[in-house]
């Protein structure tokens, strides 16, 4: 079970936000890896992927946003929030099957 | 440019059943794990099902085993979703995208919505 909080965030531009993820069991595979992968979803797009294993940064992600964690707690934070950033995010593990993702944290403009 | 493009979506009768097509493009198909996942209007995302590149290999979420299969036709770049014995808390809207590795989906297609109602 993937667990997020907060469910929602309202942040004043230009101000940083941080966003957990916590998992009931450890996101790590016997080979090293840990598969833990957060997504951005805008209001009425498809999800993209912001940060790959952790703490990877997507092609064209802004240096803004960056990932960190380790086991089973997990941190998705955005530097200085800008309009861009308006979207629900989701964590996500893909270390067992089924895949789950965390319930999603709806970020607006204060 | 990676272009996955869902089709198939509409709207059926509980117990009834639908097809969804995924085509990709732009990228080798044949070496791509692609996944299923959905969303509820309103709610979250939820994982679905994935296949691997040669279609050996298929995983589901436990609420549509039995009911969904999932196949993979490298010959036609195509991934589908075959959803039978449809509930109507199978109402979302339905997105394919490429797997990278372990469930990390680097590109989604637009979506395809699939409504059961009676």
């Known amino acids: 079970v993937m667990t997020q909080s907060p469910r929602s965030l309202s942040v004043t531009l230009g101000q940083p936000a941080s966003i957990s993820c916590w998992s009931s069991?450890?996101?790590?595979?016997?080979?090293?890896?840990?598969?833990l992968h957060w997504f951005q979803q805008r209001p009425g797009q498809s999800p993209r992927r912001l940060i790959d294993?952790?703490?990877m940064r997507d092609s064209g992600v802004p240096e803004r946003f960056s990932g960190s964690g380790s086991g089973t707690f997990f941190t998705l934070k955005i530097s200085k929030v800008e309009a861009e950033d308006v979207a629900v995010y989701y964590c996500?593990?893909?270390?067992?099957?089924?895949?789950?993702f965390g319930q999603g944290t709806k970020l607006e403009i204060k | 440019e990676v272009i996955l493009a869902e089709s198939g979506g509409g709207l059926a009768q509980p117990g009834e059943s639908l097809r969804l097509s995924c085509l990709g493009s732009?990228?080798?198909?044949?070496?791509?794990?692609i996944s299923w996942v959905r969303q509820a209007p309103g709610k979250g995302l939820e994982w679905v099902a994935n296949?691997?590149?040669?279609?050996?290999?298929?995983y589901y979420v436990d609420s549509v085993k039995g009911r969904f299969t999932i196949s993979k036709d490298n010959t036609k770049n195509s991934v589908f979703l075959q959803m039978d014995s449809l509930r109507v808390d199978d109402t979302a809207v339905y997105f394919c995208?490429?797997?990278?590795?372990?469930?990390?989906?680097?590109?989604w297609g637009q979506g395809a919505l699939v409504t059961v109602s009676s």
């Open positions: 996500m593990q893909g270390v067992a099957w089924p895949h789950t």
């Open positions: 294993q952790v703490s």
């Open positions: 995208g490429r797997d990278s590795g372990w469930g990390s989906l680097d590109y």
């Open positions: 732009g990228f080798n198909f044949n070496m791509s794990w």
């Open positions: 296949i691997n590149h040669i279609g050996s290999e298929t």
């Open positions: 069991q450890s996101l790590v595979h016997g080979n090293g890896n840990t598969y």
